[in-house]
């Protein structure tokens, strides 16, 4: 019934920017926290940044100073906005909601189905 809809992802040079966008509808239980997770062929999903029910943000080191997490309560929506781009950040991007927020993937209840990011070098 939770159904997260991502958004804002594209082909880019190395250095351009990208701002990713995650709508949620059909959330019913209150407070909840959201992540972005990023995957690689042949590799597991990681966790890119998070963002909790208070505003708490946490990233991961790779993205530190590059990204930035943020929400929109009022619109539902989930925003990634991803500056500095390297041609390694290249991947399918999701977003992730659920009750407690964290970098790994295990806590998140709900995924949406992803948008590919490619950076060119």
């Known amino acids: 019934q939770v159904k997260l809809v991502e958004s804002g992802g594209g082909s880019v040079q190395a250095g351009g920017s990208l701002r990713l966008s995650c709508k949620v509808s059909?959330?019913?239980?209150?407070?909840?926290?959201m992540a972005w997770f990023r995957q690689f062929p042949d590799q597991g999903r990681e966790g890119v940044a998070m963002?909790?029910?208070?505003?708490?943000?946490d990233y991961a080191a790779s993205v530190q100073g590059r990204f930035t997490i943020s929400r929109d309560p009022a619109k539902d929506t989930l925003y990634l906005q991803m500056n500095s781009l390297k041609a390694e950040d290249t991947g399918m991007y999701y977003c992730?909601?659920?009750?407690?927020?964290?970098?790994?993937?295990?806590?998140?209840?709900?995924w949406g189905r992803g948008t590919e990011v490619t950076v060119s070098s």
């Open positions: 992730a909601a659920g009750r407690y927020g964290s970098l790994g993937s295990s806590v998140y209840d709900y």
């Open positions: 059909g959330y019913t239980g209150g407070e909840y926290s």
């Open positions: 963002i909790d029910h208070k505003g708490v943000t």
